[in-house]
C-alpha cells in the first residue's frame, strides 16, 4: 500500500500516479480550475520548507524587511530596540517557492551589553538556517557590531545575503557600494520600508537558499530520528536528557544569556538510536527576564526547526504558564510531532495534581491529541514511557490515508452533519484529498466558505476515525467559484 502511494510522490505530493489521476478527473466533473487544483496540491504537498534568517543589529529594519519579505505586516515594527516577541517564524513565497522565515528582531539592548546580545540571537538563528541575509544599515555603514556577526556568518558556513538597508534612492547607493567591505560579497541595496530592490535581493536568497532543508527526515534508511527537548527555563530539560542518557552528559549553566552550541546527543533507549537536540543553557534572572525570554524563544524555534518531534516538557508543580501555551504553540505551528511531558510529577501532592488537571482541561483542550507522560527527570520516574510516546507521535505525523477512503468518509460526515445554512446557502464538501504528511495536510473542495467551528468539527472526526494521536492537522479548504462550475 505504501509503496502505491508514494510512487508517484515527486510529482504529485504524496498522491501517486493512479490516484493523481482520479482526483484530477473528479476536481474536474466538479468545475474545479485544474491549474489552480494541481497549485493547491503543491502547496499542501511540501515537504519541510527551507529557513531564512534575517540577523542584524538594532534599529536596522530587519522586522520591516520581514513584513516586505511576506508582503503583509507581521512582525510588530517600532522605532526603539525591543518590541519583537512571541513567534519568531514566518513562512513567505517568493517567485513561486516557499521558505520560512526567522526574524530575530527581538532585542534587548541591556542583556549583555551590545555585541553579546546580537551574537546571541545571530547565534541562535542561524543554527537553524538554511541561509541568512543580513541587513546593514548603509546610512550608517559597518560598524564593530556588524564585524562582529560577519565573523559568526563566517564560522557558521551558511551562505549569506547582505542587505544594505535604508537606500532610499540612488544618492545613497554610494553608502551600500562602501559594504563591499565586509568581505560578504556584493551589498544589495535595499529600501525596506519602500520596496525598492527587494526583488534583487530576493532573488539571490531563492538561488542562497536548498530546494529542500538540509535535514531531509527519514531519508537515511535506519538512522536517527530528531527530538526536540523543549521547555521554559529550569524545567528539568537537561536533567531529563541526563536521565535519558544515564550518565551527565549536559551541564546545566545557570548564567543569563550564556550561549554555546546546541547539544545533540545520540541516545540509546528501547534498542533505537535517538538525536536528543537539547535546548538548556538560557536562564532567566528576573531584572533581565524579557531579553532572556526572548532568546529562549529563538533558541526553542531553532531547535524545533530540526526536529522531528517536540517533546514539550512543563514543570507540573507550578502553574502552566503563558510561557508554556507559546512553545506548544511554537512546535504546532512548526509542523512536528508532540509529547507533552509533566514533569517534577514526584513532588505533586493530591490537591496540586486535582488542580493541574483542571488546567490542563481549561489552558491545554486544543491539544488534547497530543501524548502526555508524567515524568520524573530527579528520580527516573515513568522514562520508559517516553519512548512509546515518541513512537506514537511519529507515526501519526506520518500517517496517510488514501484519498478513496478519505472520500467516502467525507460523504459519511456530509450526510449525518452537514454545514449548517448560512443566508440561505448550505456549503457542503465536494472532495478532498490528503497531499502531504510530517505533519498531515488536507486539502478539501468545497461549494462554498467552511465556518471555523465546522472545520474544527471536521478535524476532530478525523482523529477520531483514523487516529492521528501525537501530530497536528494542517487543513485548507478550497471553495469552487460559481462561473468555473460545468455541468
Known amino acids: 500500500m505504501n509503496d502505491q502511494i508514494h510512487s508517484g510522490g515527486d510529482e504529485h505530493g504524496e498522491l501517486g500516479d493512479a490516484e493523481y489521476a482520479e482526483f ?18 503543491a502547496a499542501a504537498g511540501h515537504g519541510p520548507l527551507p529557513v531564512l534568517a534575517v540577523v542584524g543589529r538594532p534599529n536596522v529594519g530587519k522586522s520591516t524587511l520581514v513584513n516586505r519579505i511576506l508582503g503583509r505586516r507581521e512582525a510588530v515594527v517600532e522605532d526603539r530596540p525591543g518590541v519583537t516577541r512571541d513567534r519568531v517564524t514566518y ?24 555585541d553579546a546580545s546580537v551574537a546571541a540571537q545571530a547565534e541562535f538563528a542561524i543554527e537553524a538556517a538554511d541561509a541568512v541575509v543580513f541587513v546593514v544599515d548603509a546610512t550608517v555603514g ?35 557600494a562602501m559594504l563591499w567591505s565586509l568581505g560578504l560579497g556584493e551589498p544589495y541595496p535595499v529600501s525596506a520600508l519602500h520596496g525598492r530592490g527587494t526583488g534583487d535581493m530576493l532573488d539571490a536568497v531563492l538561488e542562497a537558499l536548498p530546494e529542500a ?25 537537561s536533567s531529563l536528557l541526563n536521565k535519558v542518557a544515564g550518565e551527565e552528559r549536559v551541564v546545566v549553566n545557570e548564567l543569563a544569556g550564556t550561549t554555546r552550541d546546541p547539544v545533540d546527543e545520540m541516545i540509546e533507549l528501547g534498542g533505537v538510536t535517538w538525536k536528543f ?38 514543570d507540573a508543580s507550578e502553574s502552566i504558564s503563558v510561557q508554556d501555551q507559546r512553545i506548544i504553540s511554537m512546535a504546532v ?29 481549561t489552558e491545554l483542550v486544543q491539544i488534547q491529541w497530543a501524548p502526555r507522560v508524567n515524568v520524573s527527570a530527579r528520580t527516573g520516574r515513568h522514562m520508559e514511557k517516553l519512548v512509546p510516546a515518541i513512537e506514537t507521535a511519529l507515526a501519526g505525523w506520518e500517517t496517510r490515508v488514501p484519498t478513496g477512503r478519505l472520500n467516502s468518509f467525507l460523504g459519511e460526515i456530509v450526510a449525518s452533519h452537514p454545514h449548517p445554512i448560512r443566508g440561505g446557502k448550505q456549503p457542503r464538501i465536494l472532495f478532498g484529498t490528503q497531499a502531504g504528511t510530517r505533519p498531515p495536510r488536507f486539502v478539501l473542495f468545497a461549494s462554498g466558505f467552511l465556518e471555523a467551528g465546522y472545520r474544527r468539527f471536521i478535524e476532530r472526526r478525523l482523529r477520531e476515525e483514523f487516529g492521528f494521536e501525537g ?4 487543513i485548507s479548504v478550497r471553495v469552487r467559484e460559481k462561473r468555473g462550475r460545468k455541468r
Open 24 to 41: 484530477m478527473e473528479l476536481a474536474a466533473q466538479e468545475g474545479f480550475d485544474l491549474s489552480d487544483v494541481e497549485g493547491d496540491l
Open 91 to 114: 513562512e513567505a513565497e517568493w517567485s513561486g517557492r516557499r521558505f520560512k522565515v526567522v526574524d530575530t528582531g527581538g532585542w534587548e539592548q541591556d542583556v549583555l551589553g551590545l
Open 142 to 176: 559597518a560598524t564593530d557590531t556588524d564585524e562582529a556577526v560577519v565573523k559568526l556568518l563566517r564560522r557558521a558556513g551558511k551562505p549569506v545575503v547582505l542587505c544594505a538597508n535604508k537606500v532610499d534612492g540612488p544618492s545613497a547607493e554610494a553608502d551600500a
Open 213 to 237: 532543508p538540509a535535514q531531509t527526515f527519514g531519508a537515511t534508511v535506519g538512522g536517527p530520528r530528531r527530538i526536540a527537548l523543549v521547555g521554559r527555563p529550569n524545567v528539568g530539560k
Open 277 to 314: 537536540v537539547d535546548t538548556a543553557g538560557i536562564r532567566r534572572r528576573v531584572h533581565l527576564q524579557e531579553g532572556a525570554d526572548y532568546y529562549a524563544s529563538l533558541r526553542t524555534a531553532a531547535a524545533v526547526e530540526k526536529a522531528e518531534v517536540a517533546v514539550v516538557l512543563i
Open 333 to 361: 505551528e512548526a509542523g512536528r510531532a508532540l509529547v507533552i511531558a509533566y514533569n517534577k510529577w514526584d513532588t505533586l501532592d493530591e490537591e496540586r495534581r486535582y488542580y493541574l488537571e483542571r488546567e490542563i482541561e
Open 471 to 474: 501530530t497536528p492537522l494542517q
